[in-house]
């Protein structure tokens, strides 16, 4: 900003969040399972995932996306688009699960990267259930 009463300008740098919770967990028969991600995104640093209160030792996928399509799926609202689906992954006794990948080079600043963790669980009116979706922004 210009100060034009004679004093220093200075910039006013937006440094929002990296990680956004956006809702949308379906949990009808166990505890809400909770997706988190910590890591800059900046190219080859380690991105970690973790989930917690989740279904106990069940498989599940993550899907992400570069858009959110908000859509209708298995009794829940799928939160990303599906641009993406990492299936093999399992809970803990404990309903917890932790992974890391190492974010790749060359992915353009200011990208919107859309999370949502899916479980197969078998109790479930519709056999599956889903964390919250996460969005991720990079620097």
């Known amino acids: 900003f210009a100060n034009m009463l004679g ?39 380690m991105t970690t995932y973790d989930v917690v209160t989740g279904p106990t030792v069940t498989s599940g996928f993550l899907v992400a996306g570069l858009n959110t399509i908000f859509a209708p799926f298995k009794g829940g609202t799928m939160v990303p688009s599906p641009d993406i689906v990492i299936p093999g992954f399992q809970t803990t006794g404990a309903g917890t699960l932790n992974f890391s990948i190492m974010f790749p080079a060359g992915v353009p600043a200011g990208l919107n990267i859309f999370h949502q963790m899916w479980f197969m669980v078998p109790a479930s009116p519709t056999g599956f259930i889903s964390s919250n979706g996460l969005s991720a922004l990079t620097p």
Do not use: E, H, Q
């Open 7 to 45: 004093g220093d300008d200075f910039i006013y740098r937006n440094r929002g969040r990296t990680w956004k919770d956006m809702g949308f967990a379906y949990y009808p028969t166990s505890s809400t399972p909770r997706l988190m991600g910590s890591g800059t995104l900046a190219p080859s640093t």
